[in-house]
């Protein structure tokens, strides 16, 4: 049994070839994290969403982003680190988090990490 391919000229083969090197290529729906960092020097929390949490600490610690929150200190360390499936869960939790505005809060969700999933069985 011989194996036929498409022609070439073929809209069916173009899309899915597409699709395909489009899913290995640029697959925007990665594993993302939440995370909270802690600096005891200055006694903040900061909350953001990443890909690579390890190399997003480094950048913190040296400065690497010019306006950033995370400029006061260089003690940054992780104290929570949440699995979401996408960006967009990962982007929703750290605007949930922002809006609190409590270091209670955040002290309960590092506490209790399992708040994060109650958050997210309640988005709309």
Wanted: one cysteine or more; glycine letters at 2%; aromatic letters at 14%.
């Amino acid at each position: 049994m011989s194996l036929v391919l498409p022609k070439p000229r073929d809209w069916r083969y173009h899309k899915t070839r597409i699709e395909i090197f489009g899913f290995l290529f640029f697959n925007t729906h990665s594993m993302h994290y939440l995370y909270i960092l802690y600096s005891k020097s200055s006694q903040k929390f900061y909350i953001g969403e990443t890909n690579n949490i390890n190399e997003r600490v480094i950048k913190h610690n040296n400065h690497s982003y010019s306006n950033s929150f995370t400029k006061i200190a260089n003690d940054w360390e992780i104290v929570l680190t949440f699995n979401c499936t996408d960006r967009d869960e990962a982007l929703y939790l750290e605007r949930f988090i922002k809006r609190m505005k409590s270091k209670t809060f955040n002290d309960k969700i590092i506490n209790d990490p399992s708040i994060l999933k109650d958050i997210l069985s309640k988005r709309n």
